[in-house]
């Protein structure tokens, strides 16, 4: 009985070094798959979305889309987006605010085939032909300009996903919106990156 008892340990203590390796092996073969961009996860193996806007990638983004100017919206000129998306979605985000990522704007369920955003979109939750807007960091619904306080510059990304669903209609707040998003909602993403200081 008692080598029956040992038997039976001996099982179990292998099975759960089994489960042990199998637990510590699958987190580093997903993590391998998709990177991290500020608050959002994007899967490395899609297609890459072509961003541009009035400011070169990398650049100083102009003092007419943030607090200290005229606080427009960014244009945004998409292309390159593949066919098997739903809806497109814009985040942008403050990499450098302090304590945290600062969340500046979510634009999302924009039309897959949207070529434009034109700078200056109403600060509204839905606007016609170009879609819905979230409630930014400042608390505001739409698009919030960059506003860091003085000194250094702050990064500001700017992501575009090609999504395949909807994401439909939301009143939750723009962090909650993004975390909404699954690395298996995305079938594309673009990067668009912008300087400015206080």
């Given at each position: 009985m008692n080598m029956r008892i040992g038997?039976?340990?001996t099982a179990l203590i292998l099975v759960i070094a089994i489960v042990?390796?199998?637990?510590?092996?699958?987190?580093t073969r997903?993590?391998?798959s998709y990177i991290i961009i500020g608050l959002v996860k994007v899967p490395t193996n899609v297609?890459?979305?072509i961003v541009s806007s009035v400011f070169s990638n990398g650049s100083q983004i102009p003092i007419?889309?943030?607090c200290s100017g005229?606080?427009?919206s960014i244009p945004l000129y998409i292309s390159n987006v593949p066919s098997n998306a739903k809806s497109l979605m814009v985040i942008m985000e403050d990499l450098n605010a302090p304590g945290s990522v600062f969340i500046h704007w979510v634009l999302y369920d924009a039309p897959p085939n949207i070529t434009e955003l034109p700078q200056g979109i109403p600060a509204q939750y839905y606007v016609p032909g170009i879609g819905y807007q979230g409630i930014n960091d400042f608390g505001k619904v739409g698009y919030g300009g960059p506003c860091p306080p003085p000194g250094p510059p702050h990064e500001y990304v700017i992501i575009v996903l090609a999504l395949n669903r909807e994401l439909l209609p939301s009143s939750e707040s723009d962090f909650d919106l993004v975390r909404s998003v699954?690395?298996?909602?995305?079938?594309g993403y673009g990067v668009l990156i912008g300087y400015y200081g206080g």
């Amino acid at each position: 009985m008692n080598m029956r008892i040992g038997y039976v340990i001996t099982a179990l203590i292998l099975v759960i070094a089994i489960v042990m390796v199998v637990l510590l092996i699958a987190p580093t073969r997903h993590e391998e798959s998709y990177i991290i961009i500020g608050l959002v996860k994007v899967p490395t193996n899609v297609p890459r979305i072509i961003v541009s806007s009035v400011f070169s990638n990398g650049s100083q983004i102009p003092i007419n889309y943030t607090c200290s100017g005229l606080n427009y919206s960014i244009p945004l000129y998409i292309s390159n987006v593949p066919s098997n998306a739903k809806s497109l979605m814009v985040i942008m985000e403050d990499l450098n605010a302090p304590g945290s990522v600062f969340i500046h704007w979510v634009l999302y369920d924009a039309p897959p085939n949207i070529t434009e955003l034109p700078q200056g979109i109403p600060a509204q939750y839905y606007v016609p032909g170009i879609g819905y807007q979230g409630i930014n960091d400042f608390g505001k619904v739409g698009y919030g300009g960059p506003c860091p306080p003085p000194g250094p510059p702050h990064e500001y990304v700017i992501i575009v996903l090609a999504l395949n669903r909807e994401l439909l209609p939301s009143s939750e707040s723009d962090f909650d919106l993004v975390r909404s998003v699954n690395v298996g909602d995305v079938v594309g993403y673009g990067v668009l990156i912008g300087y400015y200081g206080g």
